[in-house]
């Protein structure tokens, strides 16, 4: 028997096949599992293409729930761009129940936005619960890293070129677009940071690390004990007490996370916690920029 969330995703699948064909003039569509996935897709598809993210900003991606009605965006998409490393499972019920098979792993409408993209934090042996939330691939949190944002527009322009090719030539030139925009922005992060190379701080999960590898920061630890776990106040006793030890005074949390525990280390520690973004406000490229550039500032906020 079909539960009543996999009855609605039916439904909604059934609903859409009765809505008749796209117009051969309309706009690729684009589904991405991230917000992040989705202005990166609009910066390099431009008008040509539509796109939608299942994820909406601020959201926990660990911990989607995709609604119904999402099941009739992926039917009808010509384009999934997924984050791939495990961190967006929950795509594969929609893609199931919209029965899309170009959208499957491997089909002519999949995009792995990871591809090409060096892990870091890859585990060693076998995974166990006691590890808390690890992902067996590494690091899903490839897309705050500005330099890694460029290998994953190239994913989608190929992707892009496969299903809509008669404008690859409007893609390749949005590709190289953004990747200029992507130049000339390091130049004044770079700047911005620079100074702090070598320096620590801590986060409440390991979400800006690529970043701070980017830019040499180094992350100290984590509010979170393990991946996943809720700080507890015998971790959090002992995280002060090791950054006391070491002279390390910065913190930098994600504002999705409940502020209290970094308050209270801000209180142990004489520091003013800082509280960075968690993902773009806009689907468009000049919303991925305005993400990294809030990111390069409350990471330096954090240092100074």
Same mark, same amino acid.
């Given at each position: 028997?079909?539960?009543?969330?996999?009855?609605?995703?039916?439904?909604?699948?059934?609903?859409?096949?009765?809505?008749?064909?796209?117009?051969?003039?309309?706009?690729?569509?684009?589904?991405?599992?991230?917000?992040?996935?989705?202005?990166?897709?609009?910066?390099?598809?431009?008008?040509?293409?539509?796109?939608?993210?299942?994820?909406?900003?601020?959201?926990?991606?660990?911990?989607?729930?995709?609604?119904?009605?999402?099941?009739?965006?992926?039917? =009808? %998409?010509? &384009?999934?761009?997924?984050? !791939?490393? #495990? $961190?967006?499972?929950?795509?594969?019920?929609?893609?199931?129940?919209?029965?899309?098979?170009?959208?499957?792993?491997?089909?002519?409408?999949?995009?792995?936005?990871?591809?090409?993209?060096?892990?870091?934090?890859?585990?060693?042996?076998?995974?166990?619960?006691?590890?808390?939330?690890?992902?067996?691939?590494?690091?899903?949190?490839?897309?705050?890293?500005?330099?890694?944002?460029?290998?994953?527009?190239?994913?989608?322009?190929?992707?892009?070129?496969?299903?809509?090719?008669?404008?690859?030539?409007?893609?390749?030139?949005?590709?190289?677009?953004?990747?200029?925009?992507?130049?000339?922005?390091?130049?004044?992060? =770079? %700047?911005? &940071?620079?100074?702090?190379? !070598?320096? #620590? $701080?801590?986060?409440?999960?390991?979400?800006?690390?690529?970043?701070?590898?980017?830019?040499?920061?180094?992350?100290?630890?984590?509010?979170?004990?393990?991946?996943?776990?809720?700080?507890?106040?015998?971790?959090?006793?002992?995280?002060?007490?090791?950054?006391?030890?070491?002279?390390?005074?910065?913190?930098?949390?994600?504002?999705?996370?409940?502020?209290?525990?970094?308050?209270?280390?801000?209180?142990?520690?004489?520091?003013?916690?800082?509280?960075?973004?968690?993902?773009?406000?806009?689907?468009?490229?000049?919303?991925?920029?305005?993400?990294?550039?809030?990111?390069?500032?409350?990471?330096?906020?954090?240092?100074?």
């Amino acid at each position: 028997m079909k539960t009543p969330f996999k009855a609605a995703f039916t439904l909604a699948a059934l609903a859409l096949s009765f809505a008749g064909l796209k117009p051969a003039h309309a706009a690729t569509e684009v589904v991405a599992s991230l917000p992040e996935l989705a202005a990166i897709a609009k910066a390099v598809g431009g008008s040509n293409v539509t796109v939608y993210s299942i994820a909406k900003p601020e959201q926990d991606y660990h911990n989607i729930e995709p609604r119904p009605s999402d099941v009739a965006r992926i039917a =009808r %998409a010509d &384009l999934v761009v997924r984050s !791939g490393l #495990s $961190l967006d499972m929950w795509m594969d019920s929609l893609i199931n129940a919209a029965s899309n098979a170009k959208l499957n792993r491997g089909g002519s409408g999949y995009v792995d936005a990871s591809a090409n993209i060096p892990r870091i934090e890859v585990p060693q042996g076998s995974i166990t619960g006691a590890a808390g939330d690890v992902h067996a691939e590494g690091n899903p949190h490839y897309y705050y890293d500005p330099i890694y944002a460029k290998r994953i527009a190239q994913n989608i322009v190929k992707g892009l070129i496969h299903v809509d090719a008669k404008n690859a030539d409007d893609y390749r030139a949005n590709y190289v677009a953004f990747n200029a925009s992507i130049d000339q922005k390091m130049t004044g992060w =770079r %700047a911005a &940071l620079g100074p702090f190379a !070598g320096k #620590s $701080l801590v986060t409440y999960h390991r979400n800006y690390n690529y970043f701070l590898r980017r830019f040499g920061i180094r992350q100290y630890g984590t509010l979170e004990p393990k991946p996943g776990i809720p700080p507890s106040a015998a971790h959090i006793s002992q995280l002060i007490s090791q950054m006391k030890r070491d002279n390390v005074k910065a913190i930098l949390v994600e504002k999705i996370y409940p502020r209290r525990f970094a308050d209270l280390m801000g209180r142990q520690l004489g520091v003013t916690p800082q509280f960075g973004p968690f993902s773009v406000q806009t689907y468009t490229g000049a919303g991925y920029l305005s993400l990294i550039d809030a990111l390069v500032a409350s990471t330096k906020a954090s240092l100074s």
